[in-house]
C-alpha cells in the first residue's frame, strides 16, 4: 500500500491495530531548504527592483556613496558633500526660481509627505472618517504631497461609498489633527479630493512693489501674492478681465500693478492704453502716460468719441487680418489695445444722459468682442463685501453718489 494518499485529508494508513480508530490528518509535505532560499532571493530582487524604479533618485545616490566609500573612504565622501553644497548654494543663489522648481519644492514635498503618513491613520481614524467593513478597518489612500512655504496640497484616494461631502464635514477636524490653520477640500477627479491645508498666511504683511520684467508676457503678468505664495499672474492678451470688489478692497492696487507690469511693454510701443476716468479719482494719476502711450478721457462725450475711435480701428484690423490669422501678435504696427474703465457704472448706471447710456453700451459691446485689437479692463464697485465673479447685478442707480465712491 502507498504510504502517502493525496487529498484534502487521508486516513493514517500505517496502523497496526486493527480495532484502532483511524486519525484523519491533512498530508504534510517537506519543502527542501534549497528551493525556500531561491523564493526568498527572488522575491528580494523583485523588491529591489521595485524600490530602484520607484525611487531612481535615491537609489542612484546610495550607489555612488557606496562607490566612493569603497574607493576613497570616508575623505572622498567628506569632499563629494562639501562639492555638493557648493553647487546647490550657487543654484540657489543664480537662479532662484529653478532652484526652487526642481529642488526645493520636490524636497518640502517629501518632508511633508512624511509628516501627514505618520499621522494619517490616527487622524482619520479620530476624525471619523474611517469604515469597518467586513471586521477590518478602510482608511483613506494618502496620495500625492505638492508642499510651498505656505500651504499643503494632498490627494486623498477616497474608501468606497465615501463622498467629498464627507471631508467638507470634517475639515475642521483635518486642519487641527494636521496642525494647519485651516483646511479645504476640492474634487479632483471621481474618487479622489485635494485637501489644501494653510500652514501660514501668506498675505499677514504688506507685499512690496514685484520687480518689473523688461519682456513682459501679456499672458502672464504678475500683481502680487496668492494664498499659497505662488506668484499671481494674471491673463490680459486674448480675454476680458472685471475687477470688483467693495470700497476700500484694493481694486486700485490691482489696477496699478498690472499697469506698471505693462511698462516696459507700453514703452516699446507694443502696448497701447485707453483710460476711461468719469471719476476723476484714479486714473489721472497716471494721466501723462496715458496721454503719451495711448488716450486719457474723463467727460462722458471724450469717453464715447474714445470708444468709438476704438472700435474703428478694431473693425479696420480686423478687415486686415481676415483669412490671414487668427491670433493677434503685439507689434509697434499692431499694438495691443487696452481699454481701462474706472468705473463702468459711471457710464451706465450712474449716467444721467440716456443717449450716452445708450451709445456706451453698444460701444462697449463692440470693444468687448475678442477682435485682434485688444480688449476692456473694467473695475466696478458694489456696496457688499468684495467679490470676484461677473454674474452680480447692476448697482442701483445713484446719481447723488459722492465722486469718490
Not at 528551493?35 to 520607484?54: D, G, M, P, T
Not at 485682434?372 to 470676484?388: I, K
Not at 452680480?392 to 446719481?399: G, L
Amino acid at each position: 500500500m502507498r504510504k502517502v494518499v493525496t487529498g484534502e485529508q487521508q486516513a493514517q494508513l500505517a496502523n497496526r491495530d486493527p480495532f484502532a480508530m483511524p486519525v484523519m490528518r491533512a498530508p504534510v509535505y517537506r519543502t527542501p531548504g534549497w528551493i525556500i532560499a531561491v523564493a526568498q532571493f527572488c522575491r528580494f530582487l523583485v523588491w529591489l527592483a521595485r524600490l530602484i524604479i520607484s525611487h531612481p533618485l535615491a537609489a542612484s545616490l546610495l550607489t555612488l556613496l557606496t562607490l566612493i566609500w569603497l574607493n576613497a573612504g570616508w575623505p572622498g565622501l567628506l569632499v563629494l558633500v562639501v562639492v555638493v553644497t557648493v553647487i546647490l548654494a550657487a543654484w540657489r543663489s543664480a537662479r532662484p526660481v529653478s532652484f526652487t522648481r526642481w529642488v526645493a519644492t520636490p524636497a518640502r514635498g517629501k518632508r511633508r509627505s512624511w509628516f501627514y503618513r505618520r499621522r494619517w491613520g490616527a487622524v482619520m481614524t479620530v476624525g471619523g472618517l474611517s469604515s469597518f467593513y467586513q471586521g477590518r478597518l478602510l482608511v483613506p489612500v494618502l496620495g500625492k504631497v505638492a508642499s510651498t512655504r505656505y500651504m499643503d496640497r494632498v490627494q486623498v484616494r477616497l474608501v468606497s461609498g465615501q463622498s467629498p461631502a464627507d471631508f467638507a464635514d470634517h475639515a475642521d477636524n483635518l486642519a487641527h489633527g494636521f496642525g494647519a490653520l485651516l483646511c479645504r477640500v476640492r474634487t479632483a477627479r471621481p474618487g479622489v479630493v485635494l485637501l489644501e491645508f494653510v500652514r501660514r498666511d501668506a498675505l499677514a504683511q504688506v507685499i512690496p512693489a514685484l520687480p518689473v520684467h523688461p519682456r513682459p508676457d501679456l499672458r502672464a503678468l504678475p500683481v502680487g501674492k496668492r494664498e499659497d505664495g505662488l506668484p499671481w499672474l494674471v491673463r490680459l492678451h486674448g480675454t476680458h478681465l472685471l475687477i470688483a470688489g467693495a470700497t476700500g478692497a484694493g481694486k486700485a492696487s490691482l489696477l496699478w500693478s498690472l499697469v506698471r507690469a505693462m511698462l516696459p511693454a507700453i514703452r516699446a510701443g507694443i502696448v497701447r492704453v485707453l483710460a476711461a476716468d468719469p471719476k476723476l479719482m484714479e486714473l489721472a494719476f497716471g494721466r501723462v502716460i496715458f496721454d503719451r502711450y495711448g488716450a486719457y478721457a474723463a467727460d462722458p462725450e471724450s469717453i464715447a468719441l474714445m470708444l468709438e475711435q476704438a472700435v474703428a480701428d478694431m473693425q479696420e484690423r480686423a478687415a486686415r487680418f481676415a483669412g490671414r490669422r487668427r491670433d493677434h501678435v503685439p507689434a509697434t504696427e499692431d499694438p495691443f489695445v487696452v481699454v481701462l474703465v474706472d468705473e463702468v457704472a459711471f457710464l451706465t448706471a450712474y449716467q444721467r444722459d440716456r443717449k450716452l447710456t445708450r451709445a456706451d453700451h453698444g460701444r462697449a459691446g463692440h470693444v468687448d468682442h475678442p477682435r485682434p485689437c485688444g480688449r476692456v479692463l473694467r473695475r466696478r464697485r458694489f456696496a457688499g463685501p468684495a467679490q470676484g465673479r461677473a454674474e452680480h447685478p447692476e448697482p442701483v442707480p445713484r446719481p447723488d453718489r459722492d465722486a469718490a465712491g
